[in-house]
């Protein structure tokens, strides 16, 4: 009989320098997860402020090898050091500078060296929120390609003027599924809790134009807040083709990192009288939300059952922004 593969997890630690990348790693290496006595290699792909001293490497039984050139970081050199040291697991600290879509391609090519291992990839992005804004400004494709592929994202450096939906926006609107963990010296962030800019106790929870796409991701992450509330929000209808009668998509078109990344975000909604209405025209509904199971989503998800429509002038800004 044939037993089950031996696992390589290999951690994607991601993020521009000074994000806080070595610390990270540096935890990882002492946390009660790496003691286990297994070999740890570490990929870094720039020196940052930080290294990693001989004593950490032989306490924790690590060995780390640095790739310095974006042209290096590729699967033979890899295989190089993994005969080299034969490490149990992989640590990459990636540099924040190359292009996101090295990490699928170098899965890949490990799957076929390691061939009689599985290879696990766990993506971790690393962020200071001290520079967050500034690079969106700046480089926003670069973060956002990031987003994408991290299943965790690390916002290090906050404090009490720390805006959590902001950044929760930026990466919700383009990797719902990530995980975001906050990091605070000051024990006073914790308590904070996330505002929105709107009253979610009213009775009808009104939602601005500009407040669109914080509410929509508040929405997705926080069902229960929204479930049987009635909002009102102004949106653009589109007439799909094999919607059950009486349902149409309702929500606004979004940019979630440059004009040539735009995207429809929509949900059911149901109203009589659709018909009186063009497609893609701008509505006003007042709705109750519900949040269930739908055949057009083939899983559960936000519904609205609207008790008033009202024809709409187009918001001042078409398009919707996260942060």
């Known amino acids: 009989m044939f037993g089950r593969k031996k696992e390589m997890m290999v951690y994607v630690i991601m993020g521009f320098l000074e994000a ?60 190089k050091f993994l005969k080299k040291h034969r490490p149990d697991r992989i640590v990459m600290e990636y540099n924040g500078m190359w292009p ?58 906050c404090t009490l003027q720390t805006s959590k939906s902001a950044i929760r926006g930026s990466v919700k609107a383009v990797n719902p599924r990530a995980q975001i963990v906050y990091e605070s010296e000051d024990d006073a962030f914790y308590d904070m809790k996330e505002e929105m800019p709107f009253d ?12 669109f796409g914080l509410w929509y991701i508040d929405m997705l992450d926080h069902p229960e807040t929204y479930t049987g509330k009635i909002l009102k929000i102004k949106g653009l209808i589109q007439k799909t083709m094999g919607l059950q ?27 009589d009288g659709w018909s009186s209405y063009q497609n893609k025209q701008y509505v006003t509904v007042t709705a109750r939300m519900e949040y269930k199971y739908m055949e057009e989503y083939a899983q559960e998800g936000p519904v609205f059952y609207a008790e008033e429509v009202e024809p709409a002038e187009k918001p001042k800004e078409e398009l919707v922004y996260f942060n």
């Open 20 to 79: 806080g990348k070595t610390s990270l790693i540096k935890d990882l290496l002492q946390d009660e997860l790496f003691d286990d006595h297994a070999k740890t290699l570490i990929l870094a792909c720039e020196e940052g402020e930080e290294e990693y001293d001989t004593d950490l490497l032989q306490k924790t039984g690590a060995a780390c090898e640095y790739i310095e050139d974006e042209e290096s970081f590729r699967g033979k050199v890899i295989e």
């Open 100 to 157: 996101a879509s090295h990490i699928p391609e170098i899965y890949d090519e490990l799957e076929e060296i390691c061939f009689d291992r599985e290879v696990i990839f766990q993506t971790i992005d690393v962020v200071n929120d001290e520079s967050f804004s500034l690079y969106m400004k700046n480089m926003p494709s670069m973060m956002v390609d990031q987003f994408r592929i991290a299943e965790m994202i690390i916002v290090n450096r």
């Open 200 to 211: 979610t106790n009213a009775d009808v929870i009104e939602v601005s134009d500009d407040d």
């Open 245 to 271: 009668h009486g349902f149409v998509v309702f929500g606004r078109f979004a940019m979630t990192c440059c004009a040539d990344d735009v995207q429809y975000m929509g949900f059911l909604c149901k109203a």
